[in-house]
């Protein structure tokens, strides 16, 4: 894809109307109190930008998945679905960011129709209004031409600045844009462009690329399109034992997808075609259950019994697996190679997390969801290079996937 987009920073946003997507999608409370304010504050640095130039500043973002109640087949069923949903409101979340920036903060009961454009209509440059729950309206997630409409009917500009729903095409991710003047990628959204650009169009190399997690299914595509770029190819987690199956070895009760062996061995052969040193593990950590508790042991290749799953990678892959990383420039890293969220289970993830955060000299971009929550259980995500806002969008960027979202920002000239 191409990042030539307009940012944030080329837009005149005094006395604009600045409508901007961000991702208040938050942990919360039993009360709705929001638990953790990381991704408010993640976009503090785009909300600043705007009000410090004198812009209105409508700010958008999904909460949760809201049910249809219509669809609830009893009453009793229609009750939990509504207070379920009452959950989902935005109120609690626009407190805490009236509390973060310390200026006047509206909150609004729903996404477009006559009350929000009044509050629009009464803001003075620096104010924010933060609009409901866009999945509280049945059109955002069908991309509804009428609710882009009259989205883009109350701004001036649009931003984008939540990364992690930019691979969706919503109408306040990529319908809105096709009704406004301009569309700009804010600091979030454009950091990521930077970085995923880096990465597939001029990286530092060597190249390699970590991937694990449980599928290989889930990864067929990023898998065939890093064979195209990747000068070294690091596979561990869950997925590792379908290849280790796919070349004979007897892999227990481990994660195994039994109808990919063929699809495994087809990777093994376009790596070695290729020229990508396709690594794989030589021991594991096995466990006689899924447990922090259970019984463990290292066995090498082809040794993992019934009764026994692999839940990390061994010490010679954990060795074997660092001095490969050592020799290459730019690392990107998609999925923990163990059940880190085991202590017992995490070692492997760790050392490559600690060397990954213990090396300058390496570009280190982490894929979002599980990489990035285990970077942040070991305290290393600020020693990355990049740490991505968003699990899917990273995951279909290197896939090298358009994505809606970005595809229809504008272009700069």
Not at 141 to 155: I, R, V
Not at 268 to 288: F, N, R, W, Y
Request: overall charge neutral; hydrophobic content about 45%.
């Amino acid at each position: 894809m191409a990042m030539n987009k307009l940012s944030i920073e080329d837009l005149d946003v005094k006395g604009k109307r600045v409508l901007m997507r961000v991702d208040f999608n938050v942990p919360q409370n039993e009360d709705g109190t929001v638990r953790d304010d990381t991704r408010i504050r993640a976009a503090l640095r785009s909300i600043n930008f705007v009000r410090e130039r004198g812009g209105k500043l409508i700010l958008m973002s999904h909460l949760g998945r809201p049910e249809d109640a219509k669809k609830a087949e009893s009453e009793e069923e229609k009750a939990k679905i509504l207070a379920a949903n009452a959950k989902l409101t935005m109120d609690p979340i626009a407190n805490k960011l009236r509390e973060i920036v310390g200026g006047k903060v509206t909150k609004v009961n729903d996404i477009a129709g006559p009350e929000v454009e009044a509050a629009v209509a009464a803001m003075v440059p620096g104010d924010i209004v933060v609009l409901e729950n866009t999945r509280f309206n049945k059109g955002e997630t069908k991309n509804d031409a009428e609710l882009s409409q009259k989205l883009a009917k109350l701004a001036d500009v649009y931003v984008s600045d939540a990364f992690g729903s930019v691979h969706r095409a919503h109408s306040s991710t990529e319908g809105v844009t096709h009704y406004v003047r301009q569309s700009a990628a804010g600091f979030l959204v454009a950091k990521e462009m930077e970085y995923f650009n880096r990465v597939l169009h001029h990286p530092d190399r060597p190249l390699a690329a970590i991937l694990g997690g449980a599928k290989v299914s889930d990864k067929i595509m990023l898998i065939e399109h890093l064979l195209d770029l990747v000068n070294v190819l690091i596979i561990g987690g869950g997925m590792a034992y379908t290849f280790m199956k796919a070349q004979g070895y007897e892999v227990g009760d481990s994660l195994l997808e039994a109808d990919k062996l063929d699809v495994a061995k087809m990777l093994i052969a376009k790596a070695k075609e290729k020229g990508v040193a396709l690594l794989l593990p030589e021991d594991t950590v096995v466990a006689d259950a899924f447990s922090e508790t259970a019984n463990s042991r290292v066995v090498g290749l082809g040794g993992i019994e019934a009764g026994w799953q692999g839940l990390d990678i061994g010490p010679k892959t954990v060795e074997k697996f660092l001095n490969a990383i050592k020799t290459c420039k730019t690392v990107v890293w998609n999925g923990p190679v163990g059940v880190f969220e085991m202590d017992k289970f995490g070692v492997g993830t760790k050392a490559i997390a600690e060397l990954l955060a213990a090396s300058p000299g390496i570009t280190s971009v982490i894929g979002g969801g599980d990489t990035a929550a285990a970077v942040n259980k070991y305290g290393l995500a600020d020693k990355m290079s990049h740490v991505s806002t968003g699990g899917g969008a990273s995951l279909e960027m290197l896939e090298g996937k358009d994505l809606p979202g970005l595809a229809a920002l504008t272009n700069k000239v």
